[in-house]
């Protein structure tokens, strides 16, 4: 059967209808203020999570600044620019060779066709010393070698071509004079004294024709010179040249000048402007003693019977130094039972001299090479009809066998009258410095040696 109504029909409604309009009318607005508050409180919040839809690609990207978002310049041109250059700086291993070090920057047909500089050879390249190496996508811009504190070995391209050149840096020369009293040696005193190897071989080469420094140094014996003292870009750089010398022993006084001759290297003169530099120098080498002189009728040590020996021999230890007695072209290089390993060089129309008994030939040396007084051509050995490690010399004068122990006083040329007042208004200066009347700084107030591309 159908249940009963809740309410008599009749009677009014529990809620009338305009009692829920009222309602909801509040409800709505509740609701819509509500919304409101929210979105004044929190309306970042609220909007960043709102999301309608799926998200956009980018919509994770950082934002970027506007210099980044926009690019500099054309995209394009910044692939057509050049690389970057980079130096490295190293030094020279030992045994390395140019061809160790730019091998893997240049072709083949390029290394071979690099041709030494005019006064520099590769092959001089020593252990230690820096380099630096400029490449531009592996391949060479440039190489740079340190040959001393004042010059450097550049390789690069000039005028489309590889080349090589020796650049000498700015030099501020500054003479000095340095002294002391031999105690032991000349080269131990020329040390004592602020000087070096090359001073003292300088010392030895300007008194080269009246002193044999291998015998006639003694203790007691005193040295001044005015010698150059380099700096590049401020910092002392090395000793340089002697530009004048003074020698005294029990015999004297020994004086000698520079004065540039006109081979661009210094000569040597008197206090009066004669020559130091005679012909010939007294010795070819260091030696120990003269184990055999110059005698029509010796009794040779090996064949056992009397001989002529035109020719003077020097007692000194395998590998002593053996160096030409005067300027000359050398007209013989070889070998023969009695002579062993030889040279002769001829000096002008008039002279030549013989070397023999060599252990082995300076480098570089062949018939037709032009040597200059000092120059070694070899070293001391026992090759050939001999007892022991000696120098058998020689010289011959118009074909006629001397006696290399009197060396005659053979000087160079006399200097021209302009060039010899020249020298001799140096020489007042030098001597006054030598003296210690004058401070070395009263010979210039600065030398120069402005760079180039050569030697100076």
């Not at 291993?93 to 050879?121: C, M």
């Not at 004592?192 to 300088?202: F, K, V």
């Not at 002193?211 to 590049?232: C, I, N």
């Not at 022993?249 to 206090?271: I, T, V």
């Amino acid at each position: 059967m159908p249940l009963a109504p809740l309410r008599d029909p009749e009677s009014s409604p529990v809620c009338p209808p305009s009692s829920r309009r009222r309602t909801g009318l509040r409800l709505l607005a509740l609701l819509a203020g509500a919304a409101v508050l929210a979105l004044a409180v929190f309306p970042r919040q609220t909007a960043e999570r709102i999301v309608i839809g799926p998200p956009h690609p980018l919509a994770a990207a950082p934002e970027l600044p506007p210099e980044q978002a926009e690019p500099a310049g054309n995209l394009f041109e910044r692939f057509d620019a050049a690389p970057a250059s980079q130096t490295r700086t190293d030094q020279v291993r030992p045994g390395q060779t140019l061809a160790d070090i730019l091998g893997s920057h240049l072709t083949p047909d390029k290394l071979a066709a690099l041709d030494d500089p005019e006064d520099f050879s590769f092959s001089k390249l020593r252990s230690g010393q820096p380099y630096r190496l400029t490449l531009r996508d592996r391949e060479l811009v440039s190489f740079e070698y340190d040959i001393s504190p004042t010059e450097m070995l550049v390789i690069d391209e000039t005028d489309g071509e590889l080349a090589a050149r020796v650049e000498t840096r700015q030099c501020e020369v500054r003479p000095a004079l340095i002294g002391a009293t031999v105690r032991t040696s000349l080269s131990e005193a020329v040390a004592e004294a602020g000087g070096n190897a090359s001073t003292a071989m300088a010392l030895a080469d300007i008194f080269g024709s009246d002193l044999d420094f291998s015998r006639d140094v003694q203790p007691g014996d005193t040295f001044a010179a005015v010698v150059e003292r380099r700096y590049v870009e401020g910092r002392f750089a090395g000793l340089g040249r002697v530009l004048a010398a003074r020698y005294v022993n029990a015999d004297g006084a020994l004086e000698g000048f520079g004065l540039l001759g006109d081979k661009g290297r210094l000569d040597y003169f008197d206090a009066q402007g004669r020559p130091l530099r005679k012909t010939f120098l007294r010795a070819p080498l260091s030696f120990l003693r003269v184990t055999s002189g110059f005698s029509a009728s010796r009794l040779h040590p090996i064949l056992k019977v009397r001989k002529a020996h035109f020719g003077v021999d020097y007692a000194a230890p395998t590998g002593t130094p053996v160096w030409t007695v005067g300027d000359g072209v050398v007209i013989e290089r070889g070998r023969n039972h009695a002579a062993g390993n030889y040279i002769t060089v001829r000096h002008g129309k008039t002279y030549v001299t013989r070397y023999n008994h060599f252990s082995r030939f300076a480098k570089g040396l062949a018939v037709g090479s032009r040597v200059v007084q000092g120059q070694v051509i070899g070293y001391v050995g026992s090759t050939g009809f001999a007892t022991g490690p000696h120098l058998d010399f020689r010289m011959y004068e118009n074909d006629r066998p001397v006696n290399a122990l009197a060396n005659p006083e053979m000087r160079a040329e006399s200097l021209p009258a302009a060039r010899l007042a020249e020298l001799r208004q140096d020489i007042l200066t030098l001597t006054a410095v030598l003296d210690g009347r004058k401070p070395p700084t009263d010979l210039a107030e600065t030398r120069t040696t402005a760079p180039g591309n050569r030697r100076q």
